[in-house]
Nanobody, 114 residues
Framework: QLQASGGGLVQAGGSLRLSCVAS????????IGWFRQAPGKEREGVSC????????NYKDSVKGRFTISSDNAKNTVYLQMTRVKLEDTAVYYC?????????WGKGTLVTVSS
């Protein structure tokens, strides 16, 4: 199970941190990350931590503004969002790929206001 939290209303230029706690498996062994879905748009990948070398990847539009990290002791992955923009408004979903199967948490809504 994946439980995301931390969404809310934030002004453009501000910061927000999303958290996702996993139960039933260890983040250390699997790919984990964040997707988002804006109103009327398809779900898209935002950032992820790769299995194995734990390298990080980011969607181009969030590079330099968002940072993904994990605390394996807490089985928690974070998405630190800074200098948010109106276009970052979306429902954010925690994701993990475990043994070839994708798991999704319930989304957490991030709304960026002007």
């Amino acid at each position: 199970q994946l439980q995301a939290s931390g969404g809310g209303l934030v002004q453009a230029g501000g910061s927000l941190r999303l958290s996702c706690v996993a139960s039933g498996f260890s983040f250390d062994d699997y790919a984990i990350g964040w997707f988002r879905q804006a109103p009327g748009k398809e779900r898209e990948g935002v950032s992820c931590i790769a299995r194995g070398d734990h390298s990080t990847n980011y969607k181009d539009s969030v590079k330099g503004r968002f940072t993904i990290s994990s605390d394996n002791a807490k089985n928690t992955v974070y998405l630190q969002m800074t200098r948010v923009k109106l276009e970052d408004t979306a429902v954010y979903y925690c994701w993990a790929r475990v043994d070839g199967t994708d798991y999704w948490g319930k989304g957490t809504l991030v709304t960026v206001s002007s």
